[in-house]
């Protein structure tokens, strides 16, 4: 009989801290990295980004945290999204309304920006380029300002990403 009351306190203080862990997961606002979004109206169609913001600290991120010619999630936790509510054209190529993945391929003198039909996932671990929609190259530009958290803004019409001494941004038109 004392040994099943044993097996019982153990499974129960398991459920325990495992709904627990869940639970402090689902407060994001409270992760190292936390959540934000950015939405505004671009060629007529509202333009939302969620991503989360991870902070510099001190680190090396470009070629560094954020290694050169791989894709990356372009945030932290889950990765981040883009959606429109209107087909628009970025960088002049058509991308059909909708929620996309947003991914990037950071370089030391030009990125990749990807729109994937796989918005839902953790980070890039499940990135998939079978599901890209659109892919774009832009320039980064090197900024004398620290941003010590990546922030994106949309400004005009144009989607800006900022994180340490580097800007990253991109078009949109009809």
Same mark, same amino acid.
């Given at each position: 009989m ?7 306190n153990?499974?129960f ?10 639970a402090?997961?689902?407060d ?8 934000? +979004?950015?939405?505004?109206t671009?060629?007529g ?10 902070s510099?600290?001190?680190r ?9 010619n791989?894709?990356w999630?372009?945030?932290a ?5 883009? +959606? ?6 970025i +960088? ?6 909708g929620k ?11 990125w990749?920006i990807?729109f994937?039909?796989t ?7 499940n990135?998939?380029?079978?599901a ?9 530009v090197?900024?004398s300002t ?6 994106f803004?949309? +400004?005009g019409d144009?989607?800006?990403?900022k994180?340490?001494?580097?800007e990253?941004?991109?078009k949109?038109?009809?």
């Amino acid at each position: 009989m004392k040994r099943g009351i044993n097996i019982f306190n153990v499974v129960f203080f398991t459920l325990l801290l495992t709904t627990s862990l869940f639970a402090q997961d689902k407060d994001k606002k409270d992760r190292p990295s936390p959540p934000a +979004e950015v939405t505004g109206t671009v060629a007529g169609s509202t333009i939302t980004i969620n991503y989360s913001q991870p902070s510099v600290k001190g680190r090396k991120i470009w070629g560094g945290l954020v290694p050169y010619n791989e894709v990356w999630r372009t945030g932290a936790n889950e990765a981040t999204t883009f +959606e429109t509510s209107k087909d628009i054209k970025i +960088e002049g190529v058509l991308l059909p309304a909708g929620k996309y993945g947003l991914f990037t391929i950071p370089g030391e003198t030009e990125w990749t920006i990807i729109f994937n039909k796989t918005w839902d996932q953790w980070g890039s671990y499940n990135y998939d380029k079978k599901a890209d929609k659109l892919r774009v190259k832009v320039k980064p530009v090197k900024s004398s300002t620290l941003t010590e958290k990546l922030t994106f803004t949309i +400004e005009g019409d144009n989607v800006k990403m900022k994180w340490e001494y580097m800007e990253v941004g991109f078009k949109i038109s009809k």
